[in-house]
C-alpha cells in the first residue's frame, strides 16, 4: 500500500512534473494522500495535500516546481487519517531530510518518546516522520547524512521502503527496502528508486529488484548498495524488463480493469507459450510424493489455488487450502516431505511471504506460482512457475485469475501425464483457451451491460455454484463487492437451503455458475428454489445449452472442461462488476479502502 518514488538527473529538470507523473503511475497503490518533496538550495521544497494525485498536483501547482532530485508518495493511509500533515513526504525539524515510505515502522513510538524528550517537534501522527528527526538527530551528533541514514536505519524495525532526500548531499537519494517492495531503475545519467515496475518504465526498461534488508544511494551515475555494512555488487542483477510502457498504460480504454479484462485472451496465449513441460514434470513429481499438499494465497489467487484443489480431487490428490494469512492455524501439520503450491500474482503479498516463510523453516518445498519475475515470493520459493500476465494495474484482479488458472490446469495435466492418465483432450483444449477467452468477451459484454443495468438497483446478490465452478462463483462475488460496493455472496448451490435462501425475495438476484456440466442436473435443482421465490435468476452457462431458458439472463461461454472453463466463466462476472460499478459512479481501478498490494498483515 502507497507507492514511493525517487529520482535524481544530471541537471535540473521539471521535476514536479515528472514526479506528478509516476505518482499518476503509483496511484493504484494508494490515493488518499499525494506529495512530493524537491530538493532546493536551501533546503527541501515539500508539496502535499490529502486527495487524489491529479487534484493535489493541480491545487500545489506539482508542474512549476523545477530541480534535479526529489521524492514523491501516494498514500494509502495506515497510521494516521488521511490529511495534509498526515500525508508524506515528511520532515525533520531542520526542513532539509524529506522521506517517504510505505510499509509500517513497528517501533515508532518508543523511537517518537526518545526524540520529543530530545527536543524533536513532530507534525504528523505517521510512523513515518519519526525516520527524518532520527537522520536529523545524529546529523546534529557529527554524521555526515548517509552515515546518519544508516544510523537511522539500524533503529528501525518492521516493514518498508524507504527513499529519502537531504539537501546537505543534493544530489542523492537514500533508500532502503525490507519487506516493501522497491526497484532501482538504471538509467544514462539519471537512477531512480520506485515501489513497482511500470513506473519505472516511463524512464528505463533496465532495472535492480531490491532484496530484503538492502539499502543504498543513487546519484545521476552512481548506483551504491549495501547488505548489513557490506556493499553489494547490483551490476549484475540488473534485467531488462520486457514490457513496453504502453503495456502498462491504459491504451484507450477507459480504466485499466477493463482493458485488463480484455488483455485475457492474450495473457492466457502468453501463460501458455510460456510453459516449461520439464519443470511442471518435475513438479507434477514433487506433488505426487509430497506426503501432504498445501495450496496456499490470498483473494483472487486464493480462489484460483480452489480450482488447482478440486481439480487434484479427480486424481485423487487432497490438498489443504490455506488463505494465506490463516497460515498459523495450519503450522502443525507443516513438515519436511510436504509440498506447497503459494500463489500470487504480484509476489509480494505479506500474508503470502509470511505463510512460505513458516512452510519452508518447517521443510517444506515451496513452488511459487507469479506473475513477477524477482518478486520476493519468486525469491523466497524453491521453485517458481511464471503466468504471463503482463503488469495488472486495476485494484480488482482480473488476468491474475485467468492466467493462474490457466497455468495450474497446465500443471494439473502434467500430473495426469505422470499418473499415466489420458490427458490428449485436455491439451487441446488448452490450445483453443485463449480463443475461447476472446469468443467469451464478445459473447457477453452487451449482457453484462444490461444485468448491470438491474443488478446496480440492489444491496446484495448471490453467487451459487457447485464444485470447481465453486471458485467461479467465489471470484465473481468478490469482483461485485469490491468495485460496485453491493454485497456479493457467494455459496455452495446445495448449502443455500441452509440458511442462505432465507433472504432470497422478489427480484433477488442469483447467479448461477454452471461450468460443470455434470453438475448441471442439481443445480438446476437450485434453480427451481430460487425462482419459487421470484428471485432474478442469473447464469453463466455453456454456449448454447438450453439452461438458458430457465434463466431471467443468460452469459454464455463455449465449453471446454470444467478446470479450463473457470478461465472463461468468470469472464462475464468480472464485466459484470464492472459494468455495475460504472452504472453506480464508481471507480473501478480506485475502490474505496483497497490497495493493490497488501504488504501489511
Ligand atoms: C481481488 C484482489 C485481491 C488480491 C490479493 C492477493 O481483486 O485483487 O484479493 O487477489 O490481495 O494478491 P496477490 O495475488 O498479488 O498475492
Keep these: 500500500m502507497c507507492g514511493i518514488f525517487g529520482i535524481t538527473l544530471d541537471s535540473e529538470t521539471n521535476l514536479g512534473a515528472l514526479l506528478r507523473r509516476a505518482l499518476e503511475r503509483l496511484e493504484y497503490r494508494g490515493y488518499d494522500s499525494a506529495g512530493i518533496a524537491v530538493v532546493a538550495p536551501s533546503g527541501v521544497l515539500v508539496k502535499k495535500d490529502a486527495g487524489k494525485v491529479a487534484e493535489v498536483a493541480q491545487r500545489l501547482g506539482f508542474d512549476h516546481v523545477k530541480g534535479a532530485t526529489g521524492i514523491a508518495h501516494t498514500r494509502w493511509a495506515t497510521h494516521g ?102 526497484i532501482v531503475g538504471v538509467g544514462d545519467r539519471f537512477n531512480l528508486v520506485a515501489s513497482d515496475v511500470p513506473t519505472v518504465l516511463d524512464h528505463t526498461n533496465r532495472v535492480i529488484p531490491l532484496r530484503d534488508g538492502e539499502y543504498g544511494f543513487i546519484t545521476s551515475r552512481v548506483i551504491h548498495v549495501e547488505y548489513d555494512g557490506v556493499p553489494v555488487r547490483v551490476e549484475e542483477r540488473v534485467q531488462t524488463i520486457p514490457w513496453s510502457a504502453d503495456q502498462a498504460m491504459r491504451g484507450g480504454y477507459p480504466h485499466f480493469m477493463l482493458k485488463e479484462i480484455h488483455e485475457q485472451p492474450e495473457a492466457i496465449a502468453s501463460t501458455i507459450a510460456g510453459l516449461e513441460p520439464r519443470r511442471l514434470a518435475e ?97 523466497e520459493s524453491d521453485l517458481v512457475l511464471y503466468t504471463r500476465a503482463g503488469p495488472e494495474i486495476g485494484v480488482a484482479a482480473t488476468k491474475t485469475f485467468t492466467t493462474q488458472v490457466t497455468l495450474l490446469s497446465a500443471l494439473h495435466m502434467a500430473i495426469g501425464r505422470a499418473l499415466g492418465v489420458d490427458v490428449s483432450p485436455q491439451e487441446a483444449a488448452l490450445k483453443r483457451l485463449p480463443e475461447v477467452a476472446r469468443k467469451t468477451l ?160
Excluded at 525516520?131 to 538527530?137: D, G, N, P, Q, V
Excluded at 494469512?325 to 506447497?340: I, N, P, Q, R
Excluded at 459494468?579 to 504488504?599: C, E, H, M, Q, S
Design 81 to 182: 487519517r488521511p490529511t495534509q500533515t498526515n500525508a508524506h513526504p515528511h520532515v525533520d525539524c531542520t526542513e532539509t531530510i524529506a522521506v517517504v515510505h510505505n510499509g509500517i515502522i513497528e517501533n515508532y513510538e518508543e523511537l517518537k518518546s526518545e526524540l520529543i524528550a530530545k527536543g524533536h517537534k513532530f507534525r504528523s501522527e505517521t510512523d513515518t516522520e519519526i525516520f527524518a528527526h532520527l537522520m536529523e538527530e545524529y546529523e546534529r551528533m557529527g554524521l555526515s547524512p548517509w552515515e546518519a541514514f544508516k544510523r537511522a536505519l539500524s533503529r528501525i524495525r518492521g516493514a518498508y521502503a524507504l527513499a529519502v532526500v537531504d539537501s546537505k548531499e543534493p544530489d542523492k537519494v537514500f533508500f532502503a527496502r525490507n519487506l516493501s517492495p522497491l
Design 283 to 379: 513438479i507434477a513429481e514433487m506433488l505426487l510424493s509430497a506426503h501432504k499438499i498445501y495450496v496456499v494465497g490470498a483473494g483472487t489467487s486464493y480462489y484460483a489455488g480452489l480450482v488447482f484443489q478440486l481439480g487434484l480431487v479427480s486424481y485423487k490428490l487432497a490438498a489443504v487450502p490455506i488463505i494465506a494469512s490463516e497460515y498459523g492455524t495450519y503450522e502443525g501439520l507443516f513438515d519436511k516431505g510436504d509440498t506447497a503450491i503459494a500463489i500470487s500474482q504480484s509476489g509480494e503479498t505479506i500474508d503470502t511471504i509470511r505463510a512460505v516463510r513458516a512452510l519452508r523453516e518447517r521443510g517444506v518445498r515451496v513452488v511459487a506460482v507469479t506473475n513477477v519475475v524477482s518478486s520476493t515470493l519468486a525469491r
Design 442 to 601: 464478445e459473447l457477453n459484454e452487451g449482457t453484462a451491460k444490461e444485468v448491470a443495468e438491474k443488478m446496480a438497483a440492489n444491496q446484495s446478490a448471490y453467487y451459487l455454484s457447485r464444485g470447481v465452478g465453486m471458485p467461479v462463483a467465489l471470484e465473481g462475488a468478490l469482483k461485485m463487492k469490491e468495485i460496485a460496493y453491493i454485497h456479493a455472496e457467494a455459496y455452495p448451490a446445495g448449502e443455500s437451503k441452509h440458511g442462505p435462501i432465507a433472504l432470497v425475495e422478489n427480484k433477488f438476484p442469483v447467479v448461477f455458475v454452471f461450468s460443470d456440466p455434470s453438475l448441471k442436473e442439481k443445480l438446476l435443482n437450485n434453480v427451481a428454489e430460487m425462482a419459487a421465490r421470484d428471485a432474478t435468476i442469473i447464469g453463466v452457462i455453456p454456449r448454447g445449452d438450453d439452461v438458458a431458458k430457465k434463466l431471467k439472463y443468460a452469459f454464455e461461454a463455449p465449453h471446454l472442461d470444467p478446470m479450463l472453463n473457470a478461465a472463461t466463466f468468470v469472464i462475464p462476472l468480472q464485466l459484470l462488476a464492472y459494468y455495475t460499478a460504472i452504472k453506480l459512479g464508481r471507480d473501478p481501478d480506485k475502490p474505496r479502502n483497497l490497495a493493490k498490494t497488501v504488504t501489511v498483515e
